[in-house]
């Protein structure tokens, strides 16, 4: 989840994916472990209301915006204390990514992550094959709390 969560080994690098939205002005790169990572399903309100796979890049530095050039050209949402950036296409209105901070007690943990469907494929051409491991794991973000389950949590849609 976090950066700090993530023991990186270099002996293991994640494959790189390249994604975009519905009409194709926001395309990305970056590593995606689907093999032995998991897409996230959350029950808080916009996980909910957006139907939002998330799948965090890992390493995390390795997500990469190339169009438009400045995320500051993307559609922007942020609600509430404004804690997270939820980045969508300002054309085609696809969810593409988020970015900011998890709240939990008094921490702040940097997230962030991108809609595991707007995934296109690997760049070494292997297509779309391992999108179909993706194992989902399921978190109470409506509580705050951030511990993997194999179910939703009271809210949560599967
Ligand atoms: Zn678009």
């Excluded at 995320?71 to 950036?85: I, M, P, T």
Aim: hydrophobic share 35%; glycine share 10%; aromatic share 10%.
């Amino acid at each position: 989840m976090s950066s700090t969560a993530i023991v990186s080994d270099p002996a293991d690098i994640s494959p790189t994916h390249m994604g975009s939205c519905h009409c194709g002005h926001v395309t990305y790169t970056g590593r995606f472990d689907l093999a032995n990572g998991h897409i996230i399903k959350c029950n808080c309100s916009i996980c909910n209301k957006k139907g939002y796979f998330l799948l965090s890049p890992k390493p995390e530095d390795s997500f990469k915006l190339l169009t438009p050039p400045r995320v500051s050209e993307l559609l922007d949402y942020q609600f509430g204390k404004k804690l997270v950036h939820h980045y969508s296409c300002p054309k085609c209105a696809v969810s593409v990514f988020i970015k900011g901070f998890f709240e939990m007690g008094e921490d702040r943990v940097p997230f962030q992550a991108v809609m595991a469907n707007t995934l296109d494929g690997r760049v070494d051409g292997e297509g779309l094959e391992d999108l179909r491991k993706g194992q989902f794991k399921y978190i109470d973000g409506r509580n705050d709390r951030i511990e993997f389950a194999d179910e939703p949590f009271e809210g949560g849609v599967w």
